[in-house]
């Protein structure tokens, strides 16, 4: 019962090449400013503060849209949090 | 990506293509404003021009459940006004097609 071989290489991935880091840039995105109004848009870019540009914002108050805006700009200091609205 | 295409690498980019233009402001305090952007700097403090400002005063009525308030809003305009950049929530500059 000597099994000495070496295990199996790990299997190779399905994808050909490894898939891109996990990113929300380009897709709809949740965030939630301090008081409970979420904005979902798809973000553009942020930056060091946190200062996000968004494109096709809405805006969420108890899951009810109060406001659209095509682009924004908004202040990085409102930001909780950021999160994909699908899955990645 | 869509973002590279409209030249906007960084956030305040989408600020800098929308100088001379007449912008949304959202601030803390339940007030918006609407005016031509001059000027902005890196705390967002911002100089605008023809400003209408609407301010939200909303009024929770007196033992009743939540849900049931009163929305007056005040409007004034403003020639030209200093915003100072912490009250900014958010900045949307007009839909450009």
Known sequence: MDESTPPPPPAAPAEPSPPPPPSTFGSPTDFLKCSGQTRRGILSCLDGYMNIA??????HVNGRVTNSYGDTFIRGNNVLYISAAEPL | MDSASNGIQEPFDLIRLSLSERVFVKLRGDRELTGVLHAY???????????EETIMIVDQVEGVSEGHTTVNI??????MLFVRGDGVILVSPPSRG
């Open chain 1, 54 to 59: 968004m494109e096709q914002t809405e805006e």
């Open chain 2, 41 to 51: 700097d890196g705390h967002m403090n911002l100089i605008l021009s023809d400003v």
């Open chain 2, 74 to 79: 005040a409007k004034r305009k403003m020639e």
